[in-house]
T-cell receptor, first 113, second 112 residues
Framework: KAGVTQTPRYLIKTRGQQVTLSCSPI?????VSWYQQTPGQGLQFLFE???????NKGNFPGRFSGRQFSNSRSEMNVSTLELGDSALYLC????????????FGPGTRLLVL | AQSVTQLDSQVPVFEEAPVELRCNYS??????LFWYVQYPNQGLQLLLK??????LVKGINGFEAEFNKSQTSFHLRKPSVHISDTAEYFC??????????FGTGTRLQVFP
């Protein structure tokens, strides 16, 4: 079974630009969660999508948004990039019951200059 | 609100020695507990999880953890570590949602 895939793996952007990250979950998984990992703040929950609906949301500004498609693939968008958005963005998928294991992708490393 | 505390940011240990990585949590409701490992430039891999039942949970790579409700702890242990166990370890909690709350991580450094 293929694991969670994320594209691109690395990205360099400048302040003010926007970026879109993609996540393909494990086949059969309907929940996709996004996390931001930084040295200063650690791992922080961004949001979770289940069956194309945002089900949970973390404490991030509106510049961070996401969506999920009918095939459960998900995209995350960050608009008006700031230097502090530089981070490793991790995507995780699960069946969506809360008790199921979340399987993580390798992440997208975003550098904002 | 839930929170997770990993008191040790770094744990140095010699190869073949035992190790314990500490995790304490706070929550007003029943929780599910997880330990994940992150190797350099990789995502997170589940080591083990506690949902219910036996408080001693065995995971991959020889790791185990014990859920202690009275002390609100979920410490991770391994009786004999290997160089390959060098990595960052994260304790996490959720309350039956897909929103994981992570601790700040513990860097395990195994020396030969």
């Amino acid at each position: 079974k293929a694991g969670v895939t994320q594209t691109p793996r690395y990205l360099i952007k400048t302040r003010g630009q926007q970026v879109t990250l993609s996540c393909s979950p494990i086949s059969g998984h309907r929940s996709v969660s996004w996390y931001q990992q930084t040295p200063g703040q650690g791992l922080q929950f961004l949001f979770e999508y289940f069956s194309e609906t945002q089900r949970n949301k973390g404490n991030f500004p509106g510049r961070f948004s996401g969506r999920q498609f009918s095939n459960s693939r998900s995209e995350m968008n960050v608009s008006t990039l700031e230097l502090g958005d530089s981070a490793l963005y991790l995507c995780a998928s699960s069946r969506g019951t809360g008790q199921e294991t979340q399987y993580f992708g390798p992440g997208t490393r975003l550098l904002v200059l | 609100a839930q929170s997770v505390t990993q008191l040790d940011s770094q744990v140095p240990v010699f190869e073949e020695a035992p190790v314990e990585l500490r995790c304490n949590y706070s929550s007003s409701v029943s929780v599910y507990l997880f330990w994940y490992v992150q190797y350099p430039n990789q995502g997170l891999q589940l080591l083990l999880k506690y949902l219910s039942g036996s408080t001693l949970v065995k995971g991959i790579n020889g790791f185990e953890a014990e859920f202690n409700k009275s002390q609100t702890s979920f410490h991770l242990r391994k009786p004999s570590v290997h160089i390959s166990d060098t990595a960052e370890y994260f304790c996490a909690v959720n309350n039956n949602t897909d929103k994981l709350i992570f601790g700040t991580g513990t860097r395990l450094q195994v020396f030969p």
